[in-house]
């Protein structure tokens, strides 16, 4: 029944009398969190009309893990796209990589994962104080790179709010699967009432993780119960000073993200083969201010600046009787970003209230495979600039709130000059008919894309809203899509971008209904999304059924192969679907009981036909909360169901179930700490993420629990 019809089976949930929604954090004030990258700066989740979910407290504290996207995943409508224990990319809506703008603390976090699904988000999670995710089109505030949703990860660095005494705070954990060892201490540290140093300093390290049953889901000679080559090393650290005065504030600030992973993989029986580990170092320097009525008529100036120096190598050890042979880099990735936001909230002029911004962002990108004495590239050298300018507005009417917004953006890419001699000749590839080789010079391209959206909420009574929007807007391929051509070894692909891209044109309605008052509350959703010149990868077929592999130079079938051949390629495709969240209060009283209900389906076709690759599958959750003096108790239960809606030359993947509990006690002889004990996969499942490039080589990691202290002291 599920299988036939989940959409339908989901509306008639979400839209059934009796529904449910998530909970208030005892810390947190849910009702008046303000959402930090709605560009109004003074609005709530409840009160924005795109579907926004907000983590906070002990919310956050629950779900955070050791990337972004495992730390997301299970929000409605997203998922996580894993390449091993050390990347978790974030899913939404079926949609990943460059079309999720990931921001820190409102600005790009100018990484290269939207670049690689073996490429990290270069944020660390234990940093975080607020997550908020965009579901849907956010194009409008964000950009090209926002087509599918925004992540905006807050810390508390910029944050003018802060006591007069010194604070320290901190979380330190340690997991028994990989033997996982996590810990963070921040400082803040008052001059005088107006101005603050603030530091913090993160590190993790971890071996091989354990999994249920063998590493590769076609190969029984590895070892069995162990994810070969998947362990962790990261650290981060940050300073920041900031000053508060009357006329508002402003603060700058330097970050330090390091990180090194490897690529689970392991050697044959005879010791022979080839590992990967790849590490990464970001160094950021930040500016924020927040001016209040600098300007006639303006109500509030917000100025962000970041410029960030990013590098990435890939690099390969080989095995030879189980005795190291050599190391090789085969991929060496750099980006040098500077992204600038400024935002101007205007006096109400008549009804209306609201923002106009302007965005630019400056990025010169470099993907180069250093090995042998000629220059290979995985991207051309490529710099590219983009301006935008937007606005957002929004009046009260009887019923609700209309809001209107409207953006413009120009993107220009100017592509390097290309080595003729780096010997590549695509050649013996079914069904292949682009280039063979790179071309010596392609001219610079440049993209204008348009956005427009129209929405309202309607307060159908006191506890009730509906939300009804209607989205079109346009976004520029990205520099992979239009610029790579050759193997990107570690992501296990040879990839061929396409200069001719168009520009792709979603056009996106969506209704949601939620009830925020009451014992019985929730939060649903239902989409629709047309996508005009979609840009996608596309596999070919051998001619047995699996994808053709390349070598180095381009080669099917020939010796070396070990990349899988994809091209940019365009169609018109199709998505919808629908999200939940709800929860009821099921007891009252010194032992509350709290019952939550979550699901979420995506469908993603062409309209000519056929299934789009890597699409998350449908989930439904319930999970029950509980307390008693100073214990909180949460257990949970999560459906991931078989996903069979593939695409050309990609393998169906089974579902499998998720139970996880967190247990945390804040004694009252130590205040301002708090002691927490946690399980994941319960079940020791042999879970395969379908958004994965990866599922095959590597499964989920198995049962796993975790024990730790958090504290906050002086403030």
């Known amino acids: 029944m599920y299988a036939k019809k989940p959409l339908a089976l989901l509306v008639a949930a979400a839209l059934s009398p009796v529904a449910f929604s998530v909970t208030a954090d005892e810390n947190v004030d849910f009702q008046r969190l303000i959402v930090t990258s709605d560009p109004l700066g003074n609005r709530t989740a409840d009160e924005i009309i795109q579907p926004v979910s907000v983590l906070a407290g002990d919310e956050l504290n629950r779900s955070r893990s050791g990337t972004l996207g495992e730390t997301l995943d299970g929000l409605p409508g997203v998922t996580n796209s894993d390449f091993g224990p050390g990347v978790g990319r974030p899913v939404i809506r079926g949609l990943q990589g460059s079309r999720i703008k990931v921001l820190e603390d409102g600005l790009s976090t100018a990484d290269l994962s939207g670049e690689g699904a073996d490429h990290a988000t270069a944020i660390d999670p234990n940093r975080a104080t607020q997550i908020e995710v965009f579901r849907g089109p956010a194009t409008l505030l964000y950009g090209s790179g926002a087509a599918g949703g925004v992540v905006n990860v807050r810390s508390n660095r910029f944050n003018p709010e802060f006591g007069d005494a010194p604070r320290v705070e901190g979380d330190l954990s340690y997991g028994e699967n990989g033997n996982d060892r996590n810990g963070r201490l921040g400082l ?42 998947s362990s962790v090393e990261n650290n981060s650290h940050a300073l920041t000073a900031l000053y508060r005065d009357d006329w508002g504030n402003i603060g700058i600030g330097y970050s330090f993200y390091e990180t090194e ?116 590239y995985i991207i051309r050298p490529v710099d590219s600039k983009s301006y935008g300018l937007f606005t957002l507005q929004e009046r009260p009417t009887s019923f609700g709130r209309v809001e209107l917004a409207a953006r413009v953006e120009h993107v220009d890419y100017d592509p390097g000059t290309a080595d003729l001699g780096q010997g590549i000749n ?96 929730y939060d649903a959703s239902i989409f629709y999304n047309h996508a005009r010149n979609f840009i996608y990868l596309e596999s070919y077929d051998d001619g047995t059924g699996n994808p053709v592999i390349v070598n ?37 009283g010194p032992v509350p009981v709290s019952m939550r209900l979550s699901a979420d389906y995506v469908r993603a076709k062409f309209t000519s036909g056929g299934n789009l690759p890597r699409i998350s599958p449908m989930r439904m959750g319930l999970g029950f909360d509980t307390s008693f003096n100073n214990v909180n108790l949460s257990l ?80």
């Open 261 to 376: 992973y490897n690529v689970p993989a392991f050697l044959d029986s005879d010791g022979d083969g080839e590992l990967e580990y790849i590490p990464i170092r970001q160094d950021r320097f930040d500016l924020r201010s927040e001016l209040d009525n600098p300007l006639p008529g303006i109500e509030t100036a917000r100025l962000k600046i970041a410029h960030t120096r990013y590098r990435q190598k890939e690099i390969a050890s080989e095995f030879e009787g189980g005795v190291f042979e050599e190391r090789e880099v085969e991929g060496d990735f750099r980006n040098r970003e500077t992204d600038l936001r400024l935002e101007l909230v205007h006096n109400p002029i008549g009804l209306w209230q609201g923002v106009v911004g302007l965005d630019f962002n400056d990025s010169r990108l470099r993907a180069e495979d250093p090995r042998s004495n000629r220059s290979f």
């Open 188 to 229: 803040d540290l008052p001059v005088s009432e107006n101005l603050i140093f603030r530091a913090d300093i993160s590190a993790r390290r971890t071996s091989d993780f354990d999994i249920k049953g063998y590493q590769d889901s076609e190969d029984r000679s590895s070892r069995r119960g162990k994810l070969e080559n």
């Open 552 to 588: 180095r130079g381009g080669l099917a079938g020939g010796s070396g192969g070990t990349a899988q051949f994809v091209t940019n390629e365009q169609a018109n495709a199709r998505f919808y679907g629908a999200e939940f969240a709800a929860i009821a209060d099921l007891v009252e």
């Open 426 to 521: 695509i050649s013996g590839v079914p069904g292949y008919s682009g280039e063979t080789s790179p071309a010596a010079d392609l001219s610079s391209k440049n993209y204008t894309p348009y956005s427009l959206s129209a929405g309202t909420i309607i307060d159908v009574d006191h506890a009730h809203h509906l939300r009804f929007s209607l989205t079109r807007s346009q976004r520029a391929p990205s520099a992979e899509q239009l610029y790579a051509f050759g193997r990107h070894a570690a992501a296990g692909t040879f990839e061929v971008g396409d200069p001719g891209l168009s520009k792709e044109t979603y056009t996106n309605f969506e209704i949601g209904l939620d009830r925020h008052e009451g014992r019985f509350r």
């Open 636 to 715: 949970d239960y999560q459906r991931v169901f078989k996903q069979n809606k593939t695409a050309s030359v990609e393998d169906s993947t089974s579902g499998y179930n998720l139970v996880s509990f967190d247990v945390s006690w804040k004694p009252v002889e130590l205040k301002g700490a708090e002691l927490y004990f946690a399980g994941r996969n319960l079940l020791n499942e042999d879970g395969r993420r379908h958004t994965s490039f990866f599922k095959d080589e590597a499964p989920i990691i198995g049962r796993s629990l975790f024990a730790g202290v958090r504290f906050s002291f002086g403030g």
